[in-house]
């Protein structure tokens, strides 16, 4: 299907001229109104600006788009939907094509992860990941178990039951008290022993025994859940040293304590295989994932429940519903068909080994930028990197954002900061003159940035 060209005035008139009615998601709405970034259409591995310019995305928009932008097979998917079934209500009644891609998810996933709850978002997930925990526990008896291990500097959206078990002080601050209970694992960046290691850190496993310290303040019988991102994203990518997962996992099963890994930007190839849990070798009981499973097309969320979790919710009387919890837009049609189709896309090209296939390439390349001035460390897995950058004194976020700011203006790059974080994820369909162009242009801004 051959893609309209928009023309340049086209693309602007697009554009009003107050922003002032959008109040914008975790945006600085001021700073950016008086000098907007827009971007307005995108294909492949670039979006382009409201000037037409081609901005190169090192970030998969954010951590959504695996296989590149407005791949015509997933266009045309959604189009085909919206004009067959647009809605079918989701409780009480069905429609296929939910059906299909639950399954279609549980042969992608670790063997026992064979059932799927559809959610709308990362976040409604995790807080559907907590609330089946905790019906869970109180099916087998134990509803007792009410308490949540998060970790620090976690991300889990924006949810109350998320932002509970968030550790990223900004987010939670100004909300009060959040869900009463939870407690968090240590982080496991550490700098002094870990900084500038390729792949994954050699130092840091023995911090899942952490765990234990919070299973002796709280016992155990008091503990629904441990969270963790198996890689966080969200606070500058932080990775687990071997064995760390691992032993987070035996831990839980000595004592009834479920696992679950929040994959909702580790899934879908971005470590080089469908989920990190495969990387890792190790099998959380519920897994929560959004982003990558329609290519960012359209939104969508999903949880994946072990058989033994499931299993227990299917006890009761067949005409009981077993889970009183669901979105008016759970499995919608034009999500499922976007989410087929990323399947179908990132199976036909072999996305999830090109991340593998081109991570050597993306380490080497990405450590060429150490030395660079303000350069602390960097820290790469799959094709996921990061640079962090010395924070300026008294003004720490600074020296990021002008980083970000540059490679957007100057050098035609997304990439995205978090604090002092540059963190890059780009599209998995990246060739090796964009890992290339990517550092380029990053050594470029962070020298001209100083
Ligand atoms: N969990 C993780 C690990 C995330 O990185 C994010 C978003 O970045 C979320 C949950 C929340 O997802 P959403 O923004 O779709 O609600």
Redesign the pocket.
């Known amino acids: 299907m051959p893609r309209p060209e928009p023309s340049l005035s086209t693309l602007a008139s697009q554009v009003p001229a107050d922003l002032d009615a959008y109040w914008m998601p975790f945006t600085a709405n001021r700073q950016f109104k008086a000098a907007p970034r827009l971007l307005v259409r995108a294909e492949g591995m670039y979006y382009h600006d409201v000037d037409d310019r081609p901005i190169l995305d090192g970030a998969a928009g954010?951590?959504c788009c695996n296989a590149g932008h407005a791949r015509p097979r997933i266009v045309q998917a959604i189009q085909q939907q919206a004009a067959t079934l647009d809605f079918a209500p989701p409780f009480q009644m069905g429609s296929p094509l939910p059906f299909v891609l639950a399954q279609r998810l549980a042969a992608l996933a670790p063997a026992s992860l064979n059932h799927v709850f559809f959610t709308n978002?990362?976040?409604?997930?995790?807080d559907t990941a907590m609330k089946i925990a905790l019906a869970y526990h109180r099916l087998r008896g134990e509803g007792q178990r009410t308490r949540f291990i998060g970790r620090e500097k976690?991300?889990?959206?924006?949810?109350f039951g998320?932002l509970s078990i968030g550790g990223l002080p900004n987010n939670r601050k100004t909300f009060g008290p959040l869900l009463a209970g939870s407690d968090f694992l240590r982080h496991t960046l550490d700098l002094e022993r870990n900084a500038f290691s390729p792949g994954l850190p050699r130092h840091g496993a023995e911090l899942a025994d952490d765990l234990e310290r919070l299973i002796a303040l709280h016992d155990a019988s008091t503990i629904a859940a441990v969270f963790v991102?198996p890689i966080?994203?969200?606070a500058g990518v932080i990775l687990p040293a071997p064995g760390y997962l691992q032993r987070l996992r035996e831990i839980c099963d000595q004592h009834g304590i479920l696992l679950v890994f929040?994959?909702?930007?580790?899934g879908f190839g971005r470590v080089g295989n469908a989920f990190a849990a495969q990387r890792f070798g190790v099998t959380p009981d519920l897994m929560?994932l959004?982003?990558g499973l329609t290519n960012g097309a359209v939104?969508m969320?999903a949880v994946l429940a072990s058989d033994a979790l499931h299993g227990a919710f299917m006890q009761g009387p067949p005409a009981a519903i077993e889970f009183f919890h669901g979105y008016t837009y759970s499995g919608h049609p034009l999500a499922c068909a976007a989410a087929l189709a990323a399947l179908d896309t990132y199976a036909e090209e072999h996305l999830f080994e090109r991340a593998l296939e081109l991570g050597d390439y993306w380490q080497e390349r990405l450590h060429s930028l150490r030395g660079l001035p303000h350069v602390v460390d960097i820290r790469n897995f799959g094709l996921i990197g990061a640079v962090e950058l010395m924070p300026r004194k008294d003004a720490p976020g600074a020296r990021g954002y002008e980083v970000f700011e540059r490679c957007f203006r100057d050098g035609q790059l997304l990439v995205r900061c978090t604090g002092d974080v540059i963190a890059l994820s780009p599209p998995l369909i990246l060739e090796r003159s964009h890992i290339d162009r990517i550092v380029d242009v990053l050594g470029e801004m962070i020298r001209a940035t100083g």
């Open positions: 954010l951590w978002s990362g976040s409604e997930a995790v976690a991300y889990h959206g924006v949810g998320g991102e966080a994203g969200s929040d994959e909702v930007i580790t929560t959004a982003k939104p969320g």
